[in-house]
């Protein structure tokens, strides 16, 4: 018998890590052409470096595998053992990417207090070391994720990162940006990527989150960024070969999956309003992008409450004894939030 028979369709909101490559994306990646990446000779690889460091507005960029792989380059690059590295508690870069600062670039890190992941200038200045003091370690590159994931998809106010950066300039400190999800930020905002670009040392942007592709992240910077870029991802096991075809599918999501992202964050919404008005509901972080989370009230257990939705095929995560995260993404309809909705109505815990 086939599993598609027996089994009702998943609705999968883990994350928007989770979508598969469209035909029509596939038939792209088919027709890419290709050729050695690591000799720098393939041409479909070339032409999304170039667009997107264009697009940025910076001189070049680099193709990895990973949006941890971009963010620890970039780590790498703007440090030496015993700086000091500046980010939210909650970032990225230092909670999910198996301590690769640390491991790969023997950092320590601060934590700076934050609204949702999004800290202001002044916590920046009050958390740099005094660079005569010898017995301190020497703080050196700050890092700001846009949009946030631990802050239910928080969005950046752009004149707080320009504050930030001339901090960052009067100190002899470097800015990087984990844009993992900054098309989602500028689609809400109607921003433009290069007035994102300018203000960063490096930025980060993953292709393979809300835009769709199956694989990939773009590291952005100047010339000599990106040269000393392309050596530590060699030596991290990264450069890739024949990588065009994989290209071939963000230059697709860059042209066709930037403009309906809206839709994920129309879809966020309604799931967000919905659980808002459940009963076992304690508090939903505002939804300004494709991320809901949200808190049980005290008798729940966000495990239980996780496997009450998955028996009724939603599938979404635990991130907290009695917190919730679910993500909308180009693989979820309409017709998938009311199930969810439904689904959500008898999830008590
Ligand atoms: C904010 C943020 N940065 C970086 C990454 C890392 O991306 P990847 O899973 O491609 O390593 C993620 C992944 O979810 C993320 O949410």
Not at 4 to 16: H, M
Request: hydrophobic share 40%; with cysteine; net charge neutral.
């Amino acid at each position: 018998m086939h599993r598609a028979a027996i089994l009702p369709a998943v609705i999968d909101l883990r994350s928007d890590t989770v979508t598969k490559p469209t035909p029509a994306m596939r038939e792209a990646m088919l027709r890419a052409e290709v050729g050695d990446d690591v000799f720098g000779e393939d041409p479909t690889v070339n032409a999304l470096e170039e667009r997107m460091a264009s697009m940025f507005g910076h001189e070049a960029a680099l193709f990895c595998s990973s949006g941890t792989q971009t963010n620890q380059i970039a780590i790498n690059v703007h440090t030496r053992p015993g700086d000091e590295v500046l980010c939210e508690e909650g970032a990225h870069v230092y909670r999910y990417e198996g301590g690769g600062m640390m491991a790969n670039s023997g950092c320590s890190v601060k934590h700076l207090p934050a609204d949702r992941g999004r800290y202001t200038a002044p916590a920046v200045v009050a958390a740099i070391n005094d660079r005569k003091a010898a017995y301190l370690a020497n703080s050196r590159l700050v890092v700001i994720e846009n949009s946030v994931n631990r802050g239910g998809g928080a969005i950046w106010d752009r004149g707080e990162a320009e504050r930030i950066r001339s901090v960052c300039d009067a100190n002899g400190m470097v800015l990087h940006l984990d844009g993992a999800r900054l098309f989602n930020a500028m689609t809400v905002d109607g921003t433009a990527p290069k007035q994102w670009g300018t203000i960063f040392h490096s930025v980060s942007i993953c292709l393979s989150k809300g835009l769709g592709a199956p694989v990939g992240s773009v590291l952005i910077g100047p010339n000599a960024f990106i040269h000393q870029a392309r050596r530590v991802r060699k030596r991290f096991g990264g450069g890739m070969r024949q990588a065009g075809i994989l290209a071939a599918a963000g230059l697709f999501a860059l042209e066709n999956n930037v403009a309906r992202l809206k839709e994920d964050h129309q879809r966020a919404q309604r799931i967000g309003g919905a659980v808002r008005s459940m009963p076992w509901c304690e508090a939903v972080m505002p939804v300004d992008t494709n991320i809901v989370i949200y808190d049980l009230g005290l008798d729940h257990d966000a495990s239980t409450h996780v496997a009450r939705l998955k028996e009724r095929g939603v599938l979404c995560f635990a991130i907290g004894p009695r917190q919730v995260r679910m993500v909308a993404h180009l693989g979820i309809t309409d017709s998938d939030v009311d199930r969810t909705i439904d689904a959500l109505q008898h999830a008590v815990s």
